[in-house]
């Protein structure tokens, strides 16, 4: 028996879950980028694992613990509570536009705490951001797309 809208205040159980699962795709696909597209884009790999774990301590795997939790769990949901369900257009533009978002978040406020200042111009400038936008694009419009549209009450 499927769980109604009503179980979570407004949005249905079945959001929550296809936004996790698209997370957690977009997920893949923004890592896989990062690591192997990025290089063919700007010479070097995007290591957020690294990026992550500089901040706890150093750990590589602590750092990719952090993105898989964030990229799967925790703006997966932000995006079914939130964005989603404010937004018109079609759900892969929806989740295209809270990539942007998450793009902007991470090139305003992350990169500079991490020491690469704003907007990366302190690793590797105009490539990465650029390549960093496309990155977040694809995990958005994957978001997005696996997640459809809101249920309706």
């Not at 959001?15 to 957690?24: C, D, E, W, Y």
């Not at 980028?33 to 750990?59: E, H, K, N, Q």
């Not at 995006?79 to 990539?99: D, H, M, Q, T």
């Not at 500079?112 to 958005?140: D, I």
Request: proline share 4%.
């Amino acid at each position: 028996m499927r769980a109604g809208p009503a179980c979570q205040g407004g949005l249905g159980v079945t959001m929550i879950g296809r936004s996790i699962l698209g997370g957690a795709v977009g997920t893949v696909l923004l890592t896989s980028m990062m690591y192997f597209v990025a290089v063919a884009m700007t010479g070097r790999t995007m290591d957020i694992a690294g990026m992550l774990g500089s901040m706890v301590g150093g750990s590589w795997v602590l750092g990719m613990m952090i993105h898989i939790v964030n990229g799967t769990l925790v703006f997966p949901v932000i995006y079914a509570v939130i964005v989603s369900p404010r937004v018109s257009g079609a759900p892969w533009f929806r989740g295209l536009l809270w990539g942007v978002i998450l793009w902007l978040v991470a090139q305003m406020l992350v990169m500079p705490f991490l020491g690469v200042g704003f907007f990366s111009a302190h690793g590797g400038g105009m490539r990465s951001v650029v390549t960093s936008l496309f990155g977040h694009l694809v995990y958005g419009a994957a978001l997005g797309a696996v997640a459809g549209a809101p249920e309706k009450d």
